[in-house]
């Protein structure tokens, strides 16, 4: 694989099994700097897996996964350091129930990056201010709606000043109307230039920001391509049987 | 259609319970048993002897029984850190521990801890200091590990380490039941904000965790407390060995185990309504 240095995740045929389910059999892509892809699949075929394999919450069997120069799985990577630079978005928020919103978006960066607690907290503030809420700070998580939660986890990621942020099916644990106050701050993101990786069916969402789209099926990579391509004439008939289900 | 619709209220009415049904009769009792012994012990002379005699064994109970509660919440904790390490090593040290533990009786093993671990733990200490006495900067240090002596340990000391021993193991568990029960999300979230596993645990799974556990380790500083009573085999003077030896002496049972018990449920009790207000409180800020 070329190493071409505005690659920021390379991912070389990634294979990853649970027990006798194959999750990932063979799986290769590269996402460059800036690029906002979205990988869309039916249930099990593997995409939260591979998402989850980028920052190492999975751990691959076999194959290999850089992330900006930085090895996962070469033993002499610290996976912390890398971690810190790659957010990731949950389905179920894990938001840290005893602690206020604005502590949770200060912990990591205070005992991570080292911040004094007033540096932490002004930056803490600003992330709420730009995921819109920024009057929910002294409030603990089970005082917001969904919609909420998961924008204090965003803004949470955000305060680490990653490189990459991952979204692991962010809407898919909300109610119909707070979905778009996500995805509005995620599309907000992506114009502001966040290399993104986004599981997620949201068609909205890859209307809006997406740059390519990558197809899964049963642990591989179906197909890939740009939204509009994509979406008119897709190349695969697996490809085709799924887009008429969920277009 | 007109068919005669039922009023509310029409129904039957379930059966009334009377409020004397409802009635906590048992604490009424146990008020009540209180009330005669207090009454007793201010009152009759035999009462009173015997009450005099075994008081001076509450500090001791309690004395042993907070100290060898907080040394076994901090091995609990390492030990239940250790059953749920991914450390091959650290999990199975752990797990040999509690299952070892578990297994025998808290009598022996606060015999094992008076008669075999205190005094191998000494002669450990002993061995180290001799070894730091041959390298001249730590001399000082070593002449005085030297010097402890077994003698220097009393045997409430030594009961301490016992009950300390044998309860870590239940507290291990305790712990490990209270971390295994947070989501696994909490520690993927931690971690992928590029925590590391212990920084994982200190900030974000153990203050949850030990909420939840707070009820049960209530309940097991009152089962420490009743258990402290086997330390009467040592011959501490605690509330029990006074009780027997009161009772030895002017061979009367009732009043000495009645004094007995009623010093002992006086504890329990008062505690067990402190574990529940605590519950109570912890259940709110869920």
């Given at each position: 694989?070329?190493?071409?240095?505005?690659?920021?995740?390379q991912?070389?045929?990634?294979?990853?099994?649970?027990?006798?389910i194959?999750?990932?059999?063979?799986?290769?892509?590269?996402?460059?700097?800036?690029?906002?892809?979205?990988?869309?699949?039916?249930?099990?075929s593997?995409?939260?897996?591979?998402?989850?394999?980028?920052n190492?919450?999975?751990?691959?069997?076999?194959?290999?996964?850089?992330?900006?120069?930085?090895?996962m799985?070469?033993?002499?990577?610290?996976?912390?350091?890398?971690?810190?630079?790659?957010?990731?978005?949950?389905?179920?928020?894990?938001?840290?129930?005893?602690?206020?919103?604005?502590?949770?978006?200060?912990?990591?960066?205070?005992?991570?990056?080292?911040?004094?607690?007033?540096?932490?907290?002004?930056?803490?503030?600003?992330?709420?201010?730009?995921?819109?809420?920024?009057?929910?700070?002294?409030?603990?998580?089970?005082?917001l709606?969904g919609?909420?939660?998961?924008?204090v986890?965003?803004?949470?990621?955000?305060?680490?000043?990653?490189?990459?942020?991952?979204?692991?099916?962010?809407?898919?644990?909300?109610?119909?109307?707070?979905?778009?106050?996500?995805?509005?701050v995620?599309?907000?993101?992506?114009?502001?230039?966040?290399?993104?990786?986004?599981?997620?069916?949201?068609m909205?969402f890859?209307?809006?920001?997406?740059?390519?789209?990558?197809?899964?099926?049963?642990?591989?990579?179906?197909?890939?391509?740009?939204?509009?391509?994509?979406?008119?004439?897709?190349?695969?008939?697996?490809?085709?049987a799924?887009?008429?289900?969920?277009? | 259609?007109?068919?005669?619709?039922?009023?509310i209220?029409?129904?039957?009415?379930?059966?009334?319970?009377?409020?004397l049904?409802?009635?906590?009769?048992w604490?009424?009792?146990?008020a009540?048993?209180?009330?005669?012994?207090?009454?007793?012990?201010?009152?009759?002379?035999?009462?009173?002897?015997?009450?005099?005699?075994?008081?001076?064994?509450?500090?001791?109970?309690?004395?042993?029984?907070v100290?060898a509660?907080g040394?076994?919440?901090?091995?609990?904790?390492?030990?239940?850190?250790?059953?749920?390490?991914?450390?091959?090593?650290?999990?199975n040290?752990?797990?040999?521990?509690?299952?070892?533990?578990?297994?025998?009786?808290?009598?022996?093993?606060?015999l094992?801890?008076?008669?075999?671990?205190?005094?191998?733990?000494?002669?450990?200490?002993?061995?180290?200091?001799?070894?730091?006495?041959?390298?001249?900067?730590?001399?000082?240090?070593?002449?005085?590990?030297?010097?402890?002596?077994?003698?220097?340990v009393d045997?409430?000391?030594?009961?301490?380490?016992?009950?300390?021993?044998g309860y870590?193991?239940?507290?291990?568990?305790?712990?490990?039941?209270?971390i295994?029960?947070?989501?696994?999300?909490q520690?993927?979230?931690?971690?992928?904000?590029?925590?590391?596993?212990?920084?994982?645990?200190?900030?974000?799974?153990?203050?949850?965790?030990?909420?939840r556990?707070?009820?049960?380790?209530?309940n097991?500083?009152?089962?420490?407390?009743?258990?402290s009573?086997l330390i009467?085999?040592?011959?501490?003077?605690?509330?029990?060995q006074?009780?027997?030896?009161y009772?030895?002496?002017?061979?009367?049972?009732?009043?000495?185990?009645n004094t007995?018990?009623?010093?002992?449920?006086?504890?329990?009790?008062?505690?067990?309504?402190?574990?529940?207000?605590?519950?109570?409180?912890?259940?709110?800020?869920?």
């Amino acid at each position: 694989m070329s190493a071409n240095p505005d690659d920021i995740i390379q991912i070389d045929n990634v294979a990853k099994s649970f027990g006798k389910i194959k999750a990932l059999q063979g799986v290769s892509t590269t996402v460059r700097r800036g690029e906002v892809l979205v990988i869309i699949g039916p249930s099990g075929s593997g995409k939260s897996t591979l998402l989850r394999c980028i920052n190492m919450l999975e751990r691959p069997d076999s194959g290999s996964i850089i992330v900006d120069g930085n090895s996962m799985m070469h033993r002499d990577t610290d996976i912390n350091i890398v971690r810190a630079e790659v957010g990731i978005v949950f389905q179920q928020f894990n938001l840290f129930p005893h602690l206020t919103v604005i502590e949770n978006i200060m912990l990591a960066q205070r005992i991570v990056r080292k911040r004094k607690p007033e540096e932490a907290r002004q930056n803490a503030e600003q992330q709420l201010k730009y995921v819109g809420i920024p009057e929910k700070a002294e409030a603990f998580p089970h005082e917001l709606s969904g919609g909420q939660q998961q924008r204090v986890a965003i803004a949470r990621a955000l305060a680490m000043n990653p490189k990459i942020m991952l979204f692991d099916e962010p809407t898919s644990a909300l109610d119909p109307e707070m979905i778009k106050e996500v995805l509005d701050v995620m599309v907000a993101l992506a114009k502001g230039g966040m290399t993104m990786v986004v599981v997620s069916h949201e068609m909205g969402f890859v209307r809006a920001a997406a740059h390519r789209i990558v197809f899964m099926d049963q642990g591989r990579i179906v197909e890939e391509g740009v939204p509009e391509e994509f979406f008119k004439n897709p190349r695969e008939e697996r490809t085709r049987a799924f887009l008429s289900k969920i277009l | 259609m007109t068919t005669a619709t039922k009023k509310i209220g029409e129904g039957r009415l379930l059966p009334v319970t009377s409020r004397l049904e409802k009635l906590p009769w048992w604490a009424l009792l146990i008020a009540l048993a209180a009330v005669l012994i207090v009454f007793s012990i201010l009152t009759s002379p035999v009462y009173q002897d015997a009450f005099n005699f075994i008081k001076e064994g509450i500090v001791t109970t309690i004395r042993v029984t907070v100290i060898a509660y907080g040394l076994s919440l901090i091995g609990g904790l390492i030990v239940g850190l250790g059953r749920v390490s991914k450390n091959v090593v650290f999990y199975n040290l752990a797990t040999f521990y509690v299952e070892i533990v578990r297994g025998i009786p808290m009598l022996v093993i606060i015999l094992y801890g008076a008669f075999v671990v205190v005094p191998l733990s000494l002669e450990l200490i002993n061995g180290l200091g001799n070894l730091m006495v041959r390298l001249v900067p730590l001399a000082g240090f070593g002449r005085a590990l030297q010097q402890i002596d077994i003698q220097q340990v009393d045997m409430s000391g030594r009961a301490i380490a016992g009950l300390a021993m044998g309860y870590a193991a239940f507290e291990a568990e305790v712990f490990r039941a209270g971390i295994q029960s947070i989501e696994k999300g909490q520690m993927e979230a931690a971690r992928s904000l590029g925590m590391n596993y212990i920084q994982a645990m200190r900030y974000v799974i153990l203050p949850q965790a030990l909420r939840r556990v707070l009820p049960p380790l209530g309940n097991d500083l009152i089962a420490m407390l009743k258990d402290s009573s086997l330390i009467s085999v040592l011959a501490v003077r605690d509330i029990t060995q006074l009780g027997k030896l009161y009772r030895a002496r002017s061979f009367r049972s009732f009043e000495a185990y009645n004094t007995m018990a009623f010093l002992y449920l006086s504890m329990t009790l008062s505690l067990s309504m402190l574990v529940k207000f605590l519950e109570r409180k912890m259940g709110h800020e869920r």
